[in-house]
Protein backbone atom coordinates (compact mmCIF):
# COMPACT_ATOMS: atom_id res chain seq x y z
CA UNK A 1 0.00 0.00 0.00
CA UNK A 2 0.89 3.36 -0.82
CA UNK A 3 2.05 6.04 1.93
CA UNK A 4 -0.82 8.63 1.62
CA UNK A 5 0.60 12.01 0.29
CA UNK A 6 1.66 14.19 3.15
CA UNK A 7 -0.06 18.12 4.29
CA UNK A 8 2.91 19.50 2.93
CA UNK A 9 3.05 17.72 -0.58
CA UNK A 10 -0.35 18.22 -1.43
CA UNK A 11 0.14 21.89 -0.82
CA UNK A 12 2.72 22.03 -3.75
CA UNK A 13 2.43 23.13 -7.06
CA UNK A 14 1.55 26.25 -8.54
CA UNK A 15 -2.27 26.91 -8.25
CA UNK A 16 -2.86 23.29 -7.05
CA UNK A 17 -6.91 23.42 -5.88
CA UNK A 18 -5.19 22.09 -2.02
CA UNK A 19 -3.17 25.23 -2.11
CA UNK A 20 -3.38 27.15 1.57
CA UNK A 21 -3.80 31.01 1.48
CA UNK A 22 -2.58 32.24 4.76
CA UNK A 23 -4.90 33.40 6.81
CA UNK A 24 -4.59 37.15 7.93
CA UNK A 25 -3.10 37.86 11.35
CA UNK A 26 -6.42 39.30 13.80
CA UNK A 27 -5.02 42.52 15.38
CA UNK A 28 -5.31 42.46 18.94
CA UNK A 29 -7.81 44.85 20.99
CA UNK A 30 -4.55 45.30 23.61
CA UNK A 31 -2.36 47.68 20.93
CA UNK A 32 -0.56 50.61 21.29
CA UNK A 33 -2.68 52.66 19.54
CA UNK A 34 -6.12 51.49 21.78
CA UNK A 35 -3.80 52.32 25.02
CA UNK A 36 -3.67 55.64 23.83
CA UNK A 37 -7.30 56.11 23.45
CA UNK A 38 -7.35 54.64 27.36
CA UNK A 39 -4.89 57.20 28.80
CA UNK A 40 -6.99 60.13 27.09
CA UNK A 41 -10.23 58.88 29.24
CA UNK A 42 -7.53 58.72 32.14
CA UNK A 43 -6.34 61.95 31.96
CA UNK A 44 -9.84 63.05 31.72
CA UNK A 45 -10.37 63.50 35.42
CA UNK A 46 -7.14 64.77 36.27
CA UNK A 47 -7.35 67.51 33.96
CA UNK A 48 -11.03 68.64 35.86
CA UNK A 49 -9.25 68.21 39.34
CA UNK A 50 -6.85 71.34 37.78
CA UNK A 51 -9.34 73.26 36.22
CA UNK A 52 -11.24 73.38 39.51
CA UNK A 53 -8.71 74.00 41.83
CA UNK A 54 -8.60 77.42 42.99
CA UNK A 55 -11.91 78.07 41.49
CA UNK A 56 -10.33 77.81 38.16
CA UNK A 57 -8.97 81.54 38.55
CA UNK A 58 -5.36 79.99 39.80
CA UNK A 59 -2.76 80.77 37.28
CA UNK A 60 -0.60 77.49 37.64
CA UNK A 61 -3.02 75.03 38.03
CA UNK A 62 -5.06 76.60 34.63
CA UNK A 63 -1.54 76.39 33.14
CA UNK A 64 -1.86 72.43 34.28
CA UNK A 65 -5.61 72.17 33.03
CA UNK A 66 -4.14 73.65 29.71
CA UNK A 67 -1.45 71.33 29.73
CA UNK A 68 -3.15 68.20 30.35
CA UNK A 69 -5.81 68.68 27.98
CA UNK A 70 -3.09 69.55 25.18
CA UNK A 71 -1.76 66.32 26.34
CA UNK A 72 -4.60 64.72 26.08
CA UNK A 73 -5.74 66.05 22.44
CA UNK A 74 -2.46 65.53 21.39
CA UNK A 75 -2.89 61.56 21.79
CA UNK A 76 -5.95 61.76 19.13
CA UNK A 77 -4.15 62.47 16.81
CA UNK A 78 -1.35 60.07 17.74
CA UNK A 79 -3.67 56.80 18.01
CA UNK A 80 -5.21 57.31 14.65
CA UNK A 81 -2.14 57.31 12.88
CA UNK A 82 -0.27 55.07 15.17
CA UNK A 83 -3.54 52.81 14.35
CA UNK A 84 -3.34 53.76 10.43
CA UNK A 85 0.46 53.32 9.97
CA UNK A 86 0.65 49.77 11.98
CA UNK A 87 -2.41 48.27 11.19
CA UNK A 88 -3.52 48.46 14.10
CA UNK A 89 -7.26 49.43 13.42
CA UNK A 90 -10.25 47.29 15.42
CA UNK A 91 -13.24 47.69 16.49
CA UNK A 92 -12.87 48.52 19.66
CA UNK A 93 -10.88 51.58 18.72
CA UNK A 94 -13.39 53.14 16.18
CA UNK A 95 -15.78 52.91 19.11
CA UNK A 96 -13.79 53.73 22.42
CA UNK A 97 -11.46 56.80 20.10
CA UNK A 98 -14.91 59.09 19.57
CA UNK A 99 -15.99 58.25 23.27
CA UNK A 100 -12.72 59.49 24.51
CA UNK A 101 -13.13 62.41 22.45
CA UNK A 102 -16.44 63.03 23.73
CA UNK A 103 -15.38 62.28 27.35
CA UNK A 104 -12.77 65.07 27.25
CA UNK A 105 -14.23 67.47 25.26
CA UNK A 106 -17.61 67.35 27.23
CA UNK A 107 -15.39 67.71 30.80
CA UNK A 108 -13.88 70.85 29.38
CA UNK A 109 -16.86 72.66 27.95
CA UNK A 110 -19.00 71.43 31.29
CA UNK A 111 -16.00 72.72 33.36
CA UNK A 112 -16.07 75.80 31.55
CA UNK A 113 -19.52 76.50 32.11
CA UNK A 114 -19.46 76.05 35.39
CA UNK A 115 -17.12 78.25 36.31
CA UNK A 116 -19.39 80.89 34.56
CA UNK A 117 -16.68 81.45 31.24
CA UNK A 118 -18.79 79.94 28.39
CA UNK A 119 -22.31 80.35 27.83
CA UNK A 120 -24.28 76.57 28.71
CA UNK A 121 -25.81 77.17 25.41
CA UNK A 122 -22.87 76.48 23.46
CA UNK A 123 -22.11 73.20 26.11
CA UNK A 124 -25.78 71.97 25.42
CA UNK A 125 -25.63 72.64 21.35
CA UNK A 126 -21.92 70.59 21.18
CA UNK A 127 -23.23 67.78 24.11
CA UNK A 128 -26.29 67.24 22.29
CA UNK A 129 -24.38 66.26 19.03
CA UNK A 130 -21.76 64.46 20.80
CA UNK A 131 -24.29 62.45 22.69
CA UNK A 132 -26.57 61.75 19.44
CA UNK A 133 -23.77 60.57 17.30
CA UNK A 134 -22.57 58.55 20.22
CA UNK A 135 -26.15 56.55 20.36
CA UNK A 136 -26.24 56.51 16.33
CA UNK A 137 -23.04 54.63 16.47
CA UNK A 138 -25.03 52.35 18.92
CA UNK A 139 -28.34 52.09 16.83
CA UNK A 140 -26.24 50.78 13.63
CA UNK A 141 -23.71 48.83 15.63
CA UNK A 142 -24.48 45.42 13.92
CA UNK A 143 -24.69 46.45 10.66
CA UNK A 144 -21.21 48.02 10.75
CA UNK A 145 -19.49 50.50 12.62
CA UNK A 146 -19.23 54.21 11.34
CA UNK A 147 -15.59 55.85 11.59
CA UNK A 148 -14.56 59.12 12.17
CA UNK A 149 -15.21 60.75 9.02
CA UNK A 150 -12.84 64.10 8.07
CA UNK A 151 -15.29 66.54 8.91
CA UNK A 152 -15.55 65.10 12.12
CA UNK A 153 -11.27 64.99 12.70
CA UNK A 154 -11.69 68.81 11.43
CA UNK A 155 -14.68 69.70 14.24
CA UNK A 156 -12.60 68.01 16.80
CA UNK A 157 -9.55 70.23 15.82
CA UNK A 158 -11.73 73.25 16.02
CA UNK A 159 -13.38 72.77 19.48
CA UNK A 160 -9.64 71.63 20.96
CA UNK A 161 -8.77 74.73 19.57
CA UNK A 162 -11.33 76.68 20.84
CA UNK A 163 -11.93 75.25 23.86
CA UNK A 164 -7.61 75.87 24.67
CA UNK A 165 -8.35 79.80 23.61
CA UNK A 166 -10.74 79.88 26.74
CA UNK A 167 -8.49 77.88 28.95
CA UNK A 168 -5.52 79.69 28.45
CA UNK A 169 -5.69 82.75 31.38
CA UNK A 170 -5.72 85.46 28.17
CA UNK A 171 -5.92 88.92 28.68
CA UNK A 172 -9.54 90.41 27.62
CA UNK A 173 -8.91 91.91 24.35
CA UNK A 174 -8.24 88.10 23.27
CA UNK A 175 -12.22 87.66 23.67
CA UNK A 176 -12.83 88.15 19.93
CA UNK A 177 -10.73 85.51 19.07
CA UNK A 178 -12.27 83.37 21.69
CA UNK A 179 -15.53 83.88 20.60
CA UNK A 180 -14.86 83.48 16.09
CA UNK A 181 -12.98 79.54 17.32
CA UNK A 182 -15.73 78.84 19.00
CA UNK A 183 -17.99 79.48 16.37
CA UNK A 184 -16.22 77.87 13.73
CA UNK A 185 -16.35 74.83 16.38
CA UNK A 186 -20.10 74.83 16.70
CA UNK A 187 -20.44 75.60 12.58
CA UNK A 188 -18.43 72.29 12.41
CA UNK A 189 -20.50 70.25 14.90
CA UNK A 190 -24.00 70.84 13.64
CA UNK A 191 -22.90 70.24 9.99
CA UNK A 192 -20.67 67.34 11.04
CA UNK A 193 -24.01 66.25 13.03
CA UNK A 194 -25.98 66.14 10.00
CA UNK A 195 -23.43 63.99 8.38
CA UNK A 196 -23.72 61.46 11.02
CA UNK A 197 -27.12 61.21 10.68
CA UNK A 198 -27.56 60.53 7.04
CA UNK A 199 -24.72 58.33 6.94
CA UNK A 200 -26.29 56.13 10.04
CA UNK A 201 -29.61 56.03 7.92
CA UNK A 202 -27.61 54.67 4.87
CA UNK A 203 -25.64 52.35 6.44
CA UNK A 204 -28.77 50.93 8.79
CA UNK A 205 -30.70 50.61 5.42
CA UNK A 206 -27.84 48.93 3.78
CA UNK A 207 -27.81 46.28 6.61
CA UNK A 208 -30.99 45.68 6.41
CA UNK A 209 -31.34 44.84 2.85
CA UNK A 210 -28.25 42.46 3.23
CA UNK A 211 -30.06 40.78 5.73
CA UNK A 212 -33.32 40.51 3.97
CA UNK A 213 -31.23 39.33 0.47
Known amino acids: MNAAP ?5 GEGTGGEHARVPEATPVPT ?8 MSRLVLVPLFVMAL ?17 FAIASFTDQVDGWVARKYGLITDFGKIADPIADKALIGA ?15 TIVIAVREIGVTLLRFWVIRHGVIPASRGGKAKTLAQIA ?9 PVSAEP ?7 LALVLTV ?7 VRAVRLRSAGRRAAGA
Open 177 to 183: VRWVLMG
Open 52 to 68: FTGDGADTFWRAVATAL
Open 6 to 10: SDAGA
Open 191 to 197: VTGLDYV
Open 162 to 170: AITAYLLPL
Open 108 to 122: ALIGLSVLGELGWWV
Open 30 to 37: LNLANLLT
